[in-house]
């Protein structure tokens, strides 16, 4: 009977033992579970798709006059009289000045007077052909003098002429660089003249955002100081060779305004038609614009995966090449995070 209880006992204390041995092994392994678990970085996660978008950005450039003119000499001489001053209004056709004309209205008239002497002589000779008293020779020879004569008196008149200086456009005199008196020469400049009826913009955009507008294009302009409201345009050039920025000239001319006036600085916005494509969250690029990249969420994995970066929409980027609609990529917990690295996402 002893030796039956014993046998009892001891298959007791067997048991006993493999069920705190299996306890153990059960504890051991969720406590390895979890702390493999524990290795995971927590992020939060987000499914990218193309959907639809317009990208906007903007430029800034000086206000100029359409029309602006430096006006310079074509003649030598003193100047004897000034019409306008600055400020003066003008119209096309405007006297501006007078130079003294003395001398060439003396010269004017002499080879007025030697140009219809030789025509004369010309019609005698012609007369005198007809009859066989002058022969061919005399009379071309004579007609050559004839042509040089009226070429002498055209340039004459032409120097006569200008000693009256004109206007070339209408607008105002913003500049006057001679006074009565001052004695000009051939390109001295004399006056700046502004035509402020109407104004464009000039700004440069680079080769990524020139491709993005159009000829025609409606612009809307705000000065950069944040007052004085809004102006209103229409791109009418597109610059074909870049600088050495690589940038390219723009040209906007500018509805009239009469608040617009030369040397404003405005800030041009550009918004292109709808298109479609992938953004994502700055927060999920890293690197520079250069060498970037995002993390794919791979079944509980981070992975590298370059990306091309476009424009700014709002607070996101877009995605040039790279992604794929259905992509998962990590949006938040980047820091602990880098290729390989096990995850956890939260979403």
């Known amino acids: 009977m002893k030796k039956i209880l014993g046998y009892a006992v001891a298959a007791l204390l067997v048991a006993g033992m493999v069920l705190i041995l299996f306890n153990n092994k059960k504890k051991n392994a969720m406590q390895a579970s979890s702390t493999v678990e524990d290795y995971r970085v927590v992020v939060e996660t987000l499914t990218v798709g193309s959907e639809p978008y317009s990208v906007t950005f903007s430029a ?22 000034i019409y306008v001053d600055n400020g003066s209004r003008v119209s096309r ?14 010269d004017c008239d002499a080879a007025l007077a030697a140009y219809e002497s030789m025509k004369k002589n010309v019609e005698r000779l012609q007369a005198s052909k007809e009859i066989g008293g002058v022969s061919d020779q005399q009379l071309e020879s004579l007609e050559t003098q004839l042509i040089a004569a009226r070429s002498r008196y055209d340039v004459s008149r032409r120097r006569l002429a200008d000693a009256t200086v004109k206007s070339p456009i209408s607008g105002t005199v913003n500049m006057r660089y001679v006074e009565v008196g001052s004695l000009i020469a051939p390109n001295a400049p004399l006056f700046d003249i502004v035509d402020n009826s109407s104004f464009k913009v000039i700004c440069n955009l680079p080769e990524g955002k020139i491709g993005k507008v159009s000829a025609g294009q409606a612009i809307t302009l705000t000065p950069t100081s944040g007052e004085g409201g809004e102006f209103h345009g229409k791109v009418t050039f597109i610059g074909v060779k870049n600088d050495r920025g690589l940038n390219y000239p723009l040209e906007i001319t500018l509805d009239k305004d009469s608040r617009l006036m030369a040397g404003m600085y405005l800030k041009a916005d550009f918004s292109t038609e709808n298109t479609s494509g992938i953004l994502v969250p700055r927060s999920a690029i890293v690197g520079g614009l250069r060498s970037s990249m995002v993390y794919i969420y791979d079944n ?7 990306v091309v970066l476009g424009e700014m929409v709002g607070d996101r980027v877009e995605i040039l090449s790279g992604l794929s609609d259905g992509d998962i990529i990590i949006v938040s917990g980047i820091m602990n995070v880098s290729d390989g690295t096990p995850v956890k996402t939260l979403n």
């Open 60 to 81: 800034n450039g000086l206000t100029a006059p359409v029309k602006e003119l430096k006006y310079v000499s074509d003649v030598s001489g003193r100047v004897v009289k």
């Open 300 to 306: 509980g994995t981070a992975v590298e995966r370059p």
């Open 93 to 106: 056709g405007t006297t501006l000045l007078e130079v003294d004309k003395e001398l060439l209205q003396s």
